[in-house]
């Protein structure tokens, strides 16, 4: 049965066309409405050996015809998602049908999102899955470009207030469950405005992307660099050993922020930055740690101490 349906599949679709001497072929008709689908319609064996696709589904994975006939059982699947089938069978059987989102495999290895209608239906005896499989990449793409920009600063790729905000959140929570030590640092650059002023908006904006990029090199990934708006950033540091380490991270960031940085015509610029400490303290809300470091930024700022040193001084 299989070897006869993959045959079929070499084959261009008849046309269903209807003369008064020829009445319409249902199954000619039933093969055109296929081929003419924007949707893939695969059907196979229950151990995912191929019966049947129409052109758009080996189209939509960069296959021709025979190589997608070819194609190992679930091999049109994510190997990620193929040890979720015999769940999906399970519950296709249980209601009839099922709708869920899976991964395509395309031959080139590209990035594939699909939504997929699964049935189950009995030809001359055996259990065959018919999927109607609908590619969504881009919808997932937009989503996710969507989100993206919904939660991190467009200048610098850095996370936004909301997203810090969620994290803080996040982290507290765990603080407060496994008694953790969380900790924030707010920096706040020094000579921002006179290069602004001087060099304009551009060169500015280049500087806060470089320093942005310093940032990100000082910290973990499990701990996230915000830009707050201007020239202000708040660096969340989690799950810390000791609170004399946040003063570490600190002493690390103004240092790398201090150096020079690079921007057109061969010339350099240079900012410093003033930094405030604060741990987090049991039930403190989110605003008010965040209040605490920016205070703390302002003594350091206006007594022209580095911020982790009079942090270092209330340990």
């Given at each position: 049965?299989?070897a006869?349906?993959?045959?079929?599949?070499?084959?261009?679709?008849?046309?269903?066309?209807r003369t008064?001497?020829?009445?319409?072929?249902r199954?000619?008709?039933?093969?055109?409405i296929?081929?003419?689908s924007?949707?893939?319609?695969?059907?196979?064996?229950?151990?995912?050996?191929?019966?049947?696709?129409?052109g758009i589904?080996?189209e939509?994975l960069g296959?021709?015809?025979?190589?997608?006939?070819?194609?190992?059982p679930?091999?049109?699947?994510?190997?990620g998602?193929?040890?979720?089938?015999?769940?999906?069978?399970?519950?296709?059987?249980?209601r009839?049908?099922l709708?869920?989102?899976?991964?395509?495999?395309?031959?080139?290895?590209?990035?594939?999102?699909t939504?997929v209608?699964?049935?189950?239906?009995?030809?001359?005896?055996?259990?065959?899955v018919?999927?109607?499989?609908?590619d969504?990449?881009?919808?997932?793409?937009?989503?996710?470009e969507?989100?993206?920009?919904?939660?991190?600063?467009?200048l610098?790729?850095l996370?936004?207030?909301?997203k810090?905000?969620?994290?803080l959140?996040?982290?507290?929570?765990?603080?407060?469950?496994?008694?953790?030590?969380?900790?924030v640092?707010?920096?706040?650059?020094?000579?921002?405005?006179?290069?602004?002023?001087?060099?304009?908006?551009?060169?500015?904006d280049?500087?806060?992307?470089?320093?942005?990029a310093?940032?990100?090199?000082?910290?973990r990934?499990?701990?996230?660099?915000?830009r707050?708006?201007?020239?202000?950033?708040?660096?969340?540091v989690?799950r810390?050993?000791?609170?004399?380490?946040?003063?570490?991270?600190?002493?690390?960031?103004?240092?790398?922020?201090?150096?020079?940085?690079?921007?057109e015509?061969?010339?350099?610029?240079?900012?410093?930055?003033?930094?405030g400490?604060?741990?987090?303290?049991?039930?403190?809300?989110?605003?008010?740690?965040?209040?605490r470091?920016?205070?703390?930024?302002?003594?350091a700022?206006?007594?022209?101490?580095?911020?982790?040193?009079?942090?270092l001084?209330?340990?």
């Amino acid at each position: 049965m299989c070897a006869v349906q993959r045959t079929m599949e070499t084959q261009d679709p008849p046309s269903a066309t209807r003369t008064a001497d020829a009445p319409l072929d249902r199954r000619e008709l039933a093969a055109l409405i296929l081929e003419s689908s924007v949707d893939g319609v695969v059907a196979h064996t229950v151990d995912g050996h191929l019966l049947y696709f129409n052109g758009i589904a080996a189209e939509h994975l960069g296959y021709t015809r025979d190589e997608f006939a070819a194609l190992e059982p679930y091999g049109w699947v994510d190997e990620g998602n193929i040890a979720l089938v015999p769940a999906r069978l399970g519950l296709v059987r249980e209601r009839g049908s099922l709708l869920f989102s899976s991964r395509g495999a395309p031959k080139d290895g590209s990035d594939m999102h699909t939504e997929v209608n699964m049935r189950l239906a009995d030809f001359r005896g055996e259990e065959l899955v018919i999927s109607v499989i609908r590619d969504v990449t881009e919808r997932v793409h937009a989503h996710e470009e969507i989100r993206y920009l919904a939660f991190h600063d467009r200048l610098t790729g850095l996370a936004n207030r909301m997203k810090l905000e969620d994290d803080l959140r996040d982290a507290l929570a765990a603080a407060d469950r496994h008694d953790d030590l969380v900790g924030v640092i707010f920096l706040d650059l020094d000579d921002f405005k006179p290069i602004n002023d001087a060099l304009g908006h551009a060169v500015g904006d280049d500087v806060l992307r470089a320093v942005a990029a310093r940032m990100r090199m000082c910290v973990r990934e499990c701990d996230t660099v915000a830009r707050l708006g201007g020239d202000e950033f708040l660096v969340l540091v989690s799950r810390l050993s000791d609170r004399a380490d946040l003063a570490v991270v600190a002493r690390k960031l103004e240092e790398w922020v201090d150096e020079p940085i690079a921007i057109e015509g061969g010339r350099s610029a240079h900012v410093t930055a003033s930094v405030g400490l604060a741990v987090y303290e049991p039930g403190e809300a989110v605003e008010d740690l965040i209040n605490r470091a920016d205070h703390a930024m302002y003594r350091a700022k206006n007594a022209g101490v580095s911020g982790w040193e009079a942090f270092l001084e209330e340990v």
